[in-house]
């Protein structure tokens, strides 16, 4: 595989992390975030939801959805250098468009109540003419990563989101067929389901600051919340500055387009 590879000045991205991506679907970048603003933007995230952070009393829903924040918090979050640097090493330079916000966030507290979106899926990004639901398509339009940044301290007794290592390459067969126009999330969930459920599984777990970065097709899941802190957690997508080209003369793929065509069989 060829593609653009910048080593960051800390180590934390490097060609390792293009294997490991590429093999798994998604690598944690430790501390992605500074601290101070990853603390602001909790400190936000607790005022949209009305909730008292020191009183449990007041955590009324399983789930908060919190959307279309742009605050500087969130701005600095979304361009730190080391997120420059993955987003250049596994999309590849001058092939992706900066953010300056992050949403949705889906904001999950302790409660008996189960959630209604702990199903396996894929990310849908973009809604076809006359279509109800959200499709996606073998190119993934309109995602070049799936984002997820962690704003509260999540350990594996916090509703951390449930990670299939891998699926992400048993997704291209399943989208195929589709071609062009793709398929809806609603129809794509039990077929990428059945596809990767032979697969281990992973936890998003973290400190606040840390940053996973997904392939778009990587198969995953909320679960109930039983523990005792709220998971703070926003999913982005990093957006395209072109669309994913799965033949390219030069052989100059991005790592989310080589790990495409290895699902395909197009790659060793």
């Known amino acids: 595989m060829r593609c653009a590879r910048r080593l960051a000045h800390d180590g934390a991205v490097d060609d390792e992390t293009v294997t490991r991506f590429v093999r798994d679907g998604f690598v944690k970048i430790e501390q992605a975030v500074p601290p101070r ?3 602001d933007c909790a400190r936000l995230l607790w005022r949209e939801t009305g909730y008292d952070p020191d009183d449990p009393a007041t955590w009324k829903d399983p789930v908060v959805w919190v959307g ?3 605050q500087g918090p969130f701005a600095a979050a979304a361009n730190t250098h080391v997120l420059h640097e993955a ?3 596994l999309v590849g330079a001058g092939r992706w468009q900066p953010r300056y916000s992050l949403g949705t966030f889906p904001l999950r507290f302790p409660h008996e109540e189960e959630p209604d979106d702990a199903g396996w899926h894929i990310e849908a990004s973009y809604l076809p003419e006359g279509a109800q639901h959200y499709h996606t398509n073998l190119r993934s339009r309109d995602r070049a990563l799936l984002m997820l940044f962690l704003f509260s301290e999540v350990t594996e007794a916090d509703s951390p ?3 299939r290592v ?3 390459l048993d997704v291209p067969a399943v989208l195929e067929p589709y071609g062009e126009d793709g398929a ?3 129809e794509l969930g039990p077929l990428v389901d059945a596809a990767s459920a032979h697969r281990p599984l992973a936890y998003a777990t973290g400190r606040p600051g840390d940053v996973y970065l997904c392939h778009p097709f ?3 899941a909320a679960q109930p919340h039983h523990g005792t802190r709220p998971r703070f957690l926003a999913q982005p997508p ?3 500055a072109e669309p994913v080209r799965l033949e390219r003369p030069d052989g100059d793929y991005s790592a989310v387009e080589f790990a495409i065509r290895r699902g395909l069989g197009r790659e060793a």
């Open 218 to 220: 990587l198969v995953h």
């Open 166 to 168: 891998g699926s992400h």
């Open 37 to 39: 603003v990853a603390q």
């Open 68 to 70: 279309g924040m742009a």
């Open 161 to 163: 989101t449930r990670i």
């Open 238 to 240: 990093l957006h395209p």
């Open 184 to 186: 809806s999330f609603l």
């Open 87 to 89: 987003f250049d090493l």
